[in-house]
């Protein structure tokens, strides 16, 4: 016969089955937006005959409004409701980019992507914290197949304005997309609140700042962040420049997405193992992996070999800013927001620095030599790795 306790633990694994399709489908719909970006780009320069110099400030508006609410939604949590949070950085992300979809000039467009990027901020400042406290015990997993989600997506959006041009009208990609918000933003709003473990992220005081901070397994995920996803930038900015000329020009671009893909598969396997090895020996082991595989790629791979090496080199990076940032929210999970807000703030710089100094290198030596100077922060992730594995452990900062 089925007890109260029963009915009760049902309905709070129900209650976090939706929570987590909830977060995982604002993953996903994320990931679609920011890759949308650099699709859409030719679209707008005959649209609005917008200057190169000009369309380069695509990617600085977007981020620049996530990494401040990102890090505002890190120094709040404990102290502002979630699931309000969550909401209304969902709604608002909607919103921006179905403004995106309705701006009559670039300037405009520029303005709707910064406050696209203001509610992102809010949203993914919200939502991995919110899934470490749902599955205390599987973080590892979850982040993996939260950013898998996010790969789908991020896999998906270009494919979206694909299908725009198709009909010949770019906005109907940002149309479209933005209505897809408006089940998820009512699937929240009839959520019970999230049932978490401890009851959510303490207050954060200005001591467990510094606390965090200085924690030993928060700093080799800043670290291993930086460099990773300095490698992932390099890769999403330089990649078609690289293949061309050395594959047929119809697979240059289907070289990006061959790398974009292969996230999928490798977060899932990435989030499976985690629990299994470790986060940090399979941090060192995917990094290795990863290392072997750009060399493959540039140095010994031609033909339709090279998109061979790109899958797996997506394969292997793709699972280390997942695991990194489990294995540094383990050492401080009453504060998975500010240690996600971190990860996400170190990821922005990574990404930013790496492809600018890439394009240097670039007008120097040319793109081969800049696309084999990734070894380097690869070879800087096994070191960190490697150093967190023998000095502090393999699971947590403790």
């Known amino acids: 016969m089925e007890t109260a306790t029963d009915t009760e633990a049902t309905a709070v694994s129900t209650s976090r089955r939706w929570w987590t399709l909830a977060i995982f489908a604002f993953a996903a719909l994320e990931g679609a937006t920011l890759q949308m970006q650099g699709a859409i780009i030719p679209a707008l320069r005959a649209e609005f005959g917008t200057p190169e110099w000009l369309l380069g400030m695509v990617a600085p508006a977007g981020t620049a409004g996530f990494l401040v609410f990102v890090a505002a939604v890190g ?19 909607g919103f921006g980019v179905f403004l995106m979809g309705l701006v009559p000039s670039f300037g405009l467009f520029l303005g709707a992507l910064v406050l696209r990027g203001v509610f992102s901020g809010i949203g993914r400042g919200s939502d991995r914290p919110l899934l470490s406290h749902l599955y205390p015990r599987r973080r590892g997993q979850l982040f993996g197949y939260y950013d898998m989600m996010w790969a789908v997506g991020a896999t998906l959006g270009p494919l979206a304005v694909a299908a725009a041009l198709w009909f010949e ?3 109907l990609a940002y149309f479209g997309l933005g209505v897809c918000f408006i089940p998820l933003a009512v699937l929240i709003w009839y959520l019970p609140k999230p049932s978490v473990t401890g009851g959510g992220d303490d207050p954060l005081t200005l001591s467990e700042l510094r606390r965090i901070s200085r924690s030993p ?11 990773t996803t300095g490698v992932e930038g390099g890769l999403f900015t330089w990649l078609t420049t690289y293949a061309a000329g050395r594959i047929s020009e119809s697979l240059v671009t289907i070289s990006l997405s061959m790398l974009l893909v292969a996230y999928i598969p490798g977060r899932f396997v990435a989030g499976s193992l985690s629990e299994r090895f470790g986060y940090v020996p399979l941090a060192f ?19 339709l070999w090279l998109l061979v090496g790109v899958f797996c080199i997506g394969l292997t990076l793709s699972g280390l800013y997942p695991t990194l940032l489990a294995y540094a929210t383990e050492s401080a999970p009453e504060h998975s927001a500010p240690v996600n807000a971190i990860g996400l703030v170190v990821s922005s710089c990574g990404i930013a620095a790496v492809p600018a100094a890439m394009g240097f290198v670039i007008g120097s030596r040319g793109v081969e030599t800049a696309m084999q100077l990734l070894f380097v922060p690869l070879g800087g992730i096994l ?5 967190a594995w023998i ?8």
Request: glycine share 16%; proline share 0%; charged share 10%.
């Open 75 to 93: 120094a709040v949590a404990g102290r502002v409701d979630t699931r309000r949070l969550l909401l209304f950085g969902i709604v608002g992300t």
């Open 169 to 171: 009208n770019w906005r």
């Open 217 to 227: 397994a928060v700093v080799v995920m800043a670290f291993g962040i930086l460099l």
């Open 285 to 303: 082991g995917l990094g290795g992996l990863c290392l072997l595989s750009a060399i493959y790629t540039f140095v010994l791979a031609s033909g």
């Open 383 to 387: 070191v960190v790795t490697a150093v």
């Open 391 to 398: 000095q502090i452990g393999s699971t947590n900062g403790a």
